[in-house]
């Protein structure tokens, strides 16, 4: 009988576990493609219904339309990992050092408790995603 309870609480960790995966944290997503040999890039909608931007909130399920923008603070250029040419994405950084984390088709900026990626485009194109972490609503200035 006790071996029945190991199984039940085993089973409840693990949904409890699951559930609790950083899609509880507001997220905001841009997209950028290249309009120009030299890297400037354009924002074209990614969210729903034309929006600009995606928003999911709470379980992160169904994305919403994300009407604006954030003022950018830096305009960073990276090396496109598909095409190997340059790309300009504006991005609204938090002041503060980040820790950069670098994976093949993303660049990460962790500020601790919010996150920025640059998430690149077999297209050519990059997206600008901002997480503000676990349980915390996204505050962009």
């Not at 919403?64 to 090396?79: C, E, L, Q, S």
Request: charge should be positive.
């Amino acid at each position: 009988m006790f071996k029945n309870y190991r199984w039940y609480s085993l089973a409840l960790i693990a949904f409890v576990a699951m559930s609790a995966a950083p899609a509880w944290a507001e997220q905001v997503r841009f997209r950028f493609v290249p309009i120009d040999a030299c890297g400037n890039t354009q924002q074209v909608p990614a969210g729903p219904d034309g929006a600009l931007g995606e928003k999911l909130s709470g379980a992160g399920i169904i994305p919403k339309a994300f009407p604006g923008t954030f003022r950018p603070t830096h305009m960073v250029t990276f090396k496109h990992p598909f095409n190997g040419r340059n790309i300009i994405v504006p991005l609204s950084m938090p002041q503060g050092q980040a820790r950069m984390e670098y994976r093949s088709d993303r660049i990460i900026y962790n500020y601790g408790s919010y996150v920025i990626e640059v998430r690149f485009l077999t297209s050519g194109g990059a997206e600008a995603v901002y997480n503000s972490g676990f349980l915390r609503p996204l505050n962009i200035q």
